[in-house]
């Protein structure tokens, strides 16, 4: 009996000896695979980050194009309105200028195409005694100009356009036609006016008297230019010296209307000069 049960306890010893071995191999298995399971878990948690940097990366760089887009997409569309605000006023205004009132070019246009009327001297030649300091400022005509600046209206009764109106535009639009003369200045104010050269596609009416006398005038004058004012179909035959003194009148409204809407970058001084210089 002592040699069985030495046997059998040799036996199971045997066999726990093996267990343990198994537990041991097993053990060393599970360290293993959990030493994989983190380098795996690392490298997703490292890939994960780089995905989601280069993520914000391209939704940042989106976004950086998008506001440049937009910013050029805004000054495109503020370039438009000052070009469709030119484009209208070359439809309206399609009217030369009077050499005395003509004025050269700079960082703003004037609304309408210009011409040099026959006969007439150059742009250039008109104003070459202008200088600002061969005039001294009105002081208060200066400060009438700065106050109207702040709020630029197109308001007759602002005593800045009161005193040029009284000085200026009426003694220029005073023709012997006074109702066709009121109903020019209320075109000019609502640029509601045309003016055109008299040429092949547009020629003077079958009656020959109608081109030899001014409508504005009432006296006899070969008339190269026709007229059409607000909403009046028909049409006036009007000459040079009258053509002139209107295309004065509209190059003003025009530049005032330019200053209202924003459109002239002159700073206040030669703002000031230049509406002086239409004023000489």
Not at 54 to 72: F, G, H, I, P, T
Not at 233 to 257: E, G, K, T
Request: proline fraction near 5%; include cysteine.
């Amino acid at each position: 009996m002592a040699e069985v049960k030495e046997l059998a306890y040799s036996r199971l010893q045997q066999e726990l000896q093996k267990a343990q071995l198994e537990l041991k191999l097993k053990d060393e298995e599970v360290v293993r695979l959990s030493q994989i399971r983190d380098e795996v878990g690392a490298e997703l948690e490292e890939l994960t980050a780089s995905l989601f940097e280069e993520a914000n990366n391209m939704v940042r760089d989106a976004n950086v194009k998008q506001a440049y887009a937009e910013k050029l997409l805004k000054e495109a569309n503020l370039k438009i309105e000052v070009l469709q605000a030119e484009v209208q006023a070359l439809k309206t205004l399609v009217i030369t200028s009077t050499p005395s009132h003509k004025r050269s070019p700079s960082n703003y246009e004037l609304c309408s195409f210009r011409e040099t009327p026959p006969g007439s001297p150059t742009k250039e030649a008109a104003f070459s005694n202008f200088s600002p300091d061969n005039y001294e400022v009105d002081p208060v005509f200066h400060q009438e100009f700065l106050e109207w600046h702040q709020n630029p209206k197109l308001d007759k009764d602002n005593p800045f356009l009161a005193n040029i109106y009284q000085e200026d535009i009426l003694p220029c639009l005073n023709f012997t036609n006074k109702k066709l003369s009121d109903a020019v200045l209320s075109a000019i104010e609502e640029n509601a006016i045309t003016i055109e050269q008299v040429n092949g596609k547009n020629p003077f009416p079958k009656s020959n008297s109608a081109k030899r006398r001014c409508s504005l005038l009432e006296a006899p004058k070969i008339c190269k230019y026709r007229m059409k004012i607000s909403e009046d179909p028909d049409w006036y035959y009007i000459s040079q010296l009258c053509r002139n003194r209107i295309a004065a009148v509209c190059d003003f409204f025009c530049y005032i209307r330019y200053i209202q809407q924003g459109l002239v970058k002159s700073g206040v001084h030669e703002i000031y000069w230049e509406i002086k210089r239409g004023k000489t």
